[in-house]
C-alpha cells in the first residue's frame, strides 16, 4: 500500500513538474510571438516609408514636367516587391497621376481622400497603407501612396509558431524525462 502512494506521489510531481515548464514556455512563447508581431510591424512600416520615399524621389521630376509615362515607369518597379499590393502617386492638389495595381488587387485611390493630414501609416483591412508627400524646394510636388499586404508578416508569425511549437514540445519531453 505504501508503494502505491509513494507511486502515486512520484506520479503526481512528476505531472506538476512537466505542467509548470510547459506553461512557462507557452508564457514564453507566446510573449516572443507578440513582440516579434509589435516589431515586425514596426519595421514593416518603417521599409514602407523608405520604399515611398525612393518612389517619390523618383516621380517628382515626372511630375513636375506633367511626365506620366516616366511615372508609371517608376512604379511599375514595384513589381520585385510581390507584398506591394498597389501605388499611386498623386498631384499636390489630389489628383490620381500614375498608378501601379498588382494583378486585381485593387488600388488605394479610396482610401486616400485628403491630404492636407501629416503622413500616415495605417493597418486596416489586413493591409498597410501609407502616405508620404514628396517635397522640392519647400513645397510639395506629389504625393505617393502605397499599399501592402501583410502575407510577410502571416509567414513569418507561422514559421515563429512552429519553432515555438516544436521547442514546447521537445523541452516537455525533456522535462519529463528529467523528473
Known amino acids: 500500500m505504501k508503494a502505491f502512494r509513494d507511486t502515486s506521489i512520484s506520479l503526481k510531481l512528476t505531472r506538476i513538474i512537466v505542467l509548470t515548464s510547459c506553461v512557462s514556455l ?3 512563447c507566446v510573449s516572443f510571438l507578440a513582440y516579434e508581431r509589435l ?11 523608405s520604399l515611398a520615399r525612393i518612389i517619390g524621389d523618383n516621380c517628382a521630376p515626372a511630375v513636375t514636367f506633367l511626365d506620366r509615362k516616366t511615372a508609371e515607369e517608376s512604379l511599375a518597379t514595384l513589381r520585385a516587391r510581390p507584398h506591394i ?15 501601379y495595381n498588382r494583378g486585381e488587387a485593387g488600388d488605394v485611390r479610396s482610401s486616400t481622400k485628403d491630404f492636407s ?16 508627400k514628396v517635397w522640392t524646394d519647400g513645397k510639395v510636388v506629389a504625393v505617393v501612396v502605397l499599399r501592402s499586404d ?23 519531453l525533456v522535462a519529463l524525462l528529467l523528473s
Open 85 to 99: 499590393v498597389s501605388a499611386c502617386v498623386y498631384t499636390p492638389d489630389g489628383e490620381l497621376f500614375a498608378a
Open 117 to 132: 493630414n501629416k503622413p500616415y501609416a495605417a493597418f486596416r483591412q489586413g493591409n498597410l497603407v501609407l502616405l508620404r
Open 39 to 49: 516589431t515586425f510591424k514596426k519595421t514593416m512600416t518603417a521599409d514602407l516609408s
Open 26 to 28: 507557452l508564457l514564453a
Open 150 to 172: 501583410l502575407g510577410e508578416m502571416r509567414d513569418r508569425m507561422s514559421r515563429y509558431a512552429g519553432i515555438a511549437f516544436v521547442v514546447l514540445v521537445l523541452s516537455s
